[in-house]
Protein backbone atom coordinates (compact mmCIF):
# COMPACT_ATOMS: atom_id res chain seq x y z
CA UNK A 1 0.00 0.00 0.00
CA UNK A 2 1.39 3.64 -1.00
CA UNK A 3 1.96 6.07 2.41
CA UNK A 4 2.95 9.22 1.99
CA UNK A 5 5.61 11.07 4.71
CA UNK A 6 5.88 14.82 5.89
CA UNK A 7 8.57 16.25 8.15
CA UNK A 8 9.25 18.00 10.56
CA UNK A 9 5.81 17.38 11.91
CA UNK A 10 6.03 20.78 13.78
CA UNK A 11 8.86 23.75 12.75
CA UNK A 12 9.88 27.57 14.85
CA UNK A 13 11.82 29.74 12.78
CA UNK A 14 12.87 32.76 13.02
CA UNK A 15 12.43 36.00 10.20
CA UNK A 16 14.92 35.26 7.96
CA UNK A 17 16.29 31.85 8.02
CA UNK A 18 16.13 29.24 5.59
CA UNK A 19 13.66 26.49 5.25
CA UNK A 20 13.48 22.83 3.99
CA UNK A 21 10.28 20.72 4.43
CA UNK A 22 10.05 16.95 2.75
CA UNK A 23 7.73 14.71 1.84
CA UNK A 24 8.53 11.33 0.26
CA UNK A 25 5.94 8.73 -0.75
CA UNK A 26 6.01 5.15 -0.99
CA UNK A 27 4.40 2.14 -2.61
CA UNK A 28 3.68 3.98 -6.15
CA UNK A 29 6.01 5.00 -8.87
CA UNK A 30 5.75 7.87 -10.74
CA UNK A 31 2.90 9.68 -9.21
CA UNK A 32 2.36 13.43 -9.20
CA UNK A 33 3.44 15.69 -5.96
CA UNK A 34 1.76 18.66 -4.79
CA UNK A 35 2.66 20.96 -2.27
CA UNK A 36 0.03 23.14 -0.16
CA UNK A 37 -0.51 25.66 2.15
CA UNK A 38 -3.48 26.13 4.48
CA UNK A 39 -3.58 29.23 6.70
CA UNK A 40 -5.79 29.79 9.95
CA UNK A 41 -7.44 26.13 9.19
CA UNK A 42 -9.12 26.70 6.14
CA UNK A 43 -8.64 27.07 2.35
CA UNK A 44 -5.99 25.26 0.63
CA UNK A 45 -3.54 26.89 -1.86
CA UNK A 46 -2.05 25.03 -4.32
CA UNK A 47 1.90 26.17 -4.25
CA UNK A 48 3.93 24.14 -6.02
CA UNK A 49 2.83 20.54 -8.27
CA UNK A 50 5.08 18.39 -10.08
CA UNK A 51 4.46 15.39 -12.51
CA UNK A 52 7.74 13.95 -12.85
CA UNK A 53 11.54 14.54 -11.79
CA UNK A 54 12.85 18.04 -12.12
CA UNK A 55 9.26 19.12 -13.27
CA UNK A 56 8.08 22.11 -11.34
CA UNK A 57 5.24 24.04 -11.63
CA UNK A 58 4.74 27.34 -9.49
CA UNK A 59 1.31 28.36 -9.28
CA UNK A 60 1.77 31.27 -6.90
CA UNK A 61 5.05 33.75 -6.63
CA UNK A 62 6.18 33.71 -3.23
CA UNK A 63 9.09 33.89 -0.96
CA UNK A 64 9.51 29.41 -1.98
CA UNK A 65 10.97 27.25 -3.95
CA UNK A 66 10.27 23.57 -4.82
CA UNK A 67 12.84 20.44 -5.89
CA UNK A 68 12.22 16.83 -6.99
CA UNK A 69 15.28 15.09 -7.03
CA UNK A 70 14.17 11.49 -6.90
CA UNK A 71 10.82 10.07 -8.18
CA UNK A 72 8.94 10.44 -4.58
CA UNK A 73 10.69 13.12 -2.78
CA UNK A 74 9.41 16.83 -3.01
CA UNK A 75 11.42 19.22 -1.52
CA UNK A 76 9.64 22.90 -0.40
CA UNK A 77 12.36 25.53 0.81
CA UNK A 78 12.81 29.21 0.95
CA UNK A 79 15.97 31.05 1.77
CA UNK A 80 14.88 33.58 3.93
CA UNK A 81 11.36 33.19 5.67
CA UNK A 82 9.12 35.91 6.74
CA UNK A 83 6.01 36.20 8.83
CA UNK A 84 3.81 35.56 6.33
CA UNK A 85 5.01 32.34 5.48
CA UNK A 86 3.80 31.01 8.39
CA UNK A 87 0.91 28.53 8.10
CA UNK A 88 -0.02 24.48 7.83
CA UNK A 89 1.93 22.88 4.95
CA UNK A 90 0.98 20.01 3.30
CA UNK A 91 1.93 17.78 0.39
CA UNK A 92 -0.03 15.48 -1.83
CA UNK A 93 0.43 12.65 -4.72
CA UNK A 94 -1.89 11.69 -6.87
CA UNK A 95 -1.48 9.19 -9.64
CA UNK A 96 -3.59 7.55 -12.52
CA UNK A 97 -7.57 8.10 -12.34
CA UNK A 98 -7.56 8.98 -8.93
CA UNK A 99 -8.15 11.36 -6.05
CA UNK A 100 -5.51 12.88 -3.89
CA UNK A 101 -3.59 11.66 -1.00
CA UNK A 102 -2.59 13.82 1.85
CA UNK A 103 0.16 13.95 4.50
CA UNK A 104 0.20 14.33 7.77
CA UNK A 105 1.39 18.04 7.56
CA UNK A 106 4.23 20.31 9.15
CA UNK A 107 3.01 23.07 11.21
CA UNK A 108 5.07 26.69 10.79
CA UNK A 109 5.61 29.12 12.68
CA UNK A 110 7.80 31.88 11.76
CA UNK A 111 8.45 34.80 14.57
CA UNK B 1 -10.91 28.49 -15.45
CA UNK B 2 -12.00 25.90 -13.23
CA UNK B 3 -13.22 26.85 -9.34
CA UNK B 4 -15.08 24.98 -6.83
CA UNK B 5 -17.71 26.83 -4.72
CA UNK B 6 -18.75 25.99 -0.69
CA UNK B 7 -21.23 28.76 -0.03
CA UNK B 8 -21.55 28.08 3.60
CA UNK B 9 -18.75 28.57 5.59
CA UNK B 10 -20.17 27.01 8.76
CA UNK B 11 -22.86 24.48 9.11
CA UNK B 12 -24.46 23.59 12.32
CA UNK B 13 -27.14 20.10 12.89
CA UNK B 14 -27.94 18.44 15.63
CA UNK B 15 -26.87 15.03 16.38
CA UNK B 16 -29.36 12.53 14.50
CA UNK B 17 -30.39 14.86 12.23
CA UNK B 18 -29.67 14.87 8.39
CA UNK B 19 -26.78 17.05 7.05
CA UNK B 20 -25.94 18.41 3.72
CA UNK B 21 -23.11 20.39 2.80
CA UNK B 22 -22.72 22.75 -0.37
CA UNK B 23 -21.01 22.44 -3.24
CA UNK B 24 -20.74 23.69 -6.71
CA UNK B 25 -18.12 23.86 -9.41
CA UNK B 26 -16.86 25.60 -12.77
CA UNK B 27 -15.13 23.60 -15.27
CA UNK B 28 -13.91 22.41 -18.63
CA UNK B 29 -14.65 19.20 -19.38
CA UNK B 30 -15.12 16.23 -17.88
CA UNK B 31 -15.95 17.11 -14.18
CA UNK B 32 -14.06 14.76 -11.35
CA UNK B 33 -15.30 15.57 -7.83
CA UNK B 34 -14.18 14.73 -4.51
CA UNK B 35 -15.18 15.25 -0.92
CA UNK B 36 -12.07 15.39 1.55
CA UNK B 37 -12.79 15.67 5.60
CA UNK B 38 -9.86 17.22 7.73
CA UNK B 39 -9.75 17.05 11.70
CA UNK B 40 -7.52 19.80 13.37
CA UNK B 41 -4.05 19.54 12.82
CA UNK B 42 -4.42 16.53 10.52
CA UNK B 43 -4.16 16.06 6.59
CA UNK B 44 -7.08 15.60 4.62
CA UNK B 45 -8.47 12.08 4.34
CA UNK B 46 -10.23 11.29 1.20
CA UNK B 47 -14.10 10.49 1.56
CA UNK B 48 -15.53 9.70 -1.83
CA UNK B 49 -15.18 10.54 -5.48
CA UNK B 50 -17.34 10.71 -8.63
CA UNK B 51 -15.53 10.18 -12.07
CA UNK B 52 -18.47 8.17 -13.86
CA UNK B 53 -21.55 6.13 -13.76
CA UNK B 54 -24.17 6.71 -10.99
CA UNK B 55 -24.81 10.23 -10.21
CA UNK B 56 -25.26 8.90 -6.27
CA UNK B 57 -21.62 7.81 -4.84
CA UNK B 58 -21.48 6.69 -1.20
CA UNK B 59 -18.55 6.48 0.62
CA UNK B 60 -16.86 6.29 3.79
CA UNK B 61 -18.37 7.11 6.98
CA UNK B 62 -22.03 7.01 5.68
CA UNK B 63 -21.30 9.70 3.89
CA UNK B 64 -23.17 9.99 0.16
CA UNK B 65 -22.79 12.36 -2.39
CA UNK B 66 -25.11 13.59 -5.51
CA UNK B 67 -23.55 14.69 -8.88
CA UNK B 68 -26.07 16.97 -10.65
CA UNK B 69 -25.03 17.89 -14.09
CA UNK B 70 -27.21 20.58 -14.66
CA UNK B 71 -27.10 22.60 -11.16
CA UNK B 72 -23.55 21.97 -11.21
CA UNK B 73 -23.31 20.84 -7.85
CA UNK B 74 -21.76 18.20 -5.53
CA UNK B 75 -23.49 18.22 -2.07
CA UNK B 76 -22.48 15.45 0.30
CA UNK B 77 -25.14 14.34 2.84
CA UNK B 78 -25.33 11.82 5.39
CA UNK B 79 -29.23 10.83 6.74
CA UNK B 80 -27.98 10.85 10.42
CA UNK B 81 -25.37 12.66 11.99
CA UNK B 82 -22.46 12.33 14.20
CA UNK B 83 -20.74 14.59 16.89
CA UNK B 84 -17.68 13.28 15.56
CA UNK B 85 -18.55 14.22 11.94
CA UNK B 86 -17.47 17.53 13.54
CA UNK B 87 -14.49 18.60 11.35
CA UNK B 88 -13.95 20.61 8.45
CA UNK B 89 -14.68 19.52 5.19
CA UNK B 90 -13.74 20.11 1.46
CA UNK B 91 -14.79 19.59 -1.83
CA UNK B 92 -12.57 19.52 -4.87
CA UNK B 93 -12.47 19.20 -8.97
CA UNK B 94 -10.29 18.27 -11.76
CA UNK B 95 -10.71 17.51 -15.48
CA UNK B 96 -7.49 15.72 -15.83
CA UNK B 97 -6.18 14.62 -12.58
CA UNK B 98 -3.45 16.40 -13.03
CA UNK B 99 -4.12 19.51 -11.01
CA UNK B 100 -6.79 19.49 -8.42
CA UNK B 101 -9.45 23.15 -7.31
CA UNK B 102 -11.00 22.89 -3.91
CA UNK B 103 -13.19 24.77 -2.35
CA UNK B 104 -12.54 26.79 0.71
CA UNK B 105 -13.52 25.00 3.52
CA UNK B 106 -17.29 23.81 5.35
CA UNK B 107 -16.82 23.88 9.44
CA UNK B 108 -19.84 21.17 10.26
CA UNK B 109 -20.67 21.45 14.01
CA UNK B 110 -22.73 18.59 14.73
CA UNK B 111 -24.54 19.21 18.50
CA UNK B 112 -25.18 16.76 20.99
Known amino acids: SQTIHQWPATLVQPVGSPLSLECTVE??????LYWYRQAAGRGLQLLFY??????ISSEVPQNLSASRPQDRQFILSSKKLLLSDSGFYLC??????????FGPGTRLTVL | AQSVAQPEDQVNVAEGNPLTVKCTYSVSGNPYLFWYVQYPNRGLQFLLK??????LVKGSYGFEAEFNKSQTSFHLKKPSALVSDSALYFCAVSNNFNKFYFGSGTKLNVKP
Open chain 1, 50 to 55: SVGIGQ
Open chain 1, 27 to 32: GTSNPN
Open chain 2, 50 to 55: YITGDN
Open chain 1, 92 to 101: AWAGGLNEQF
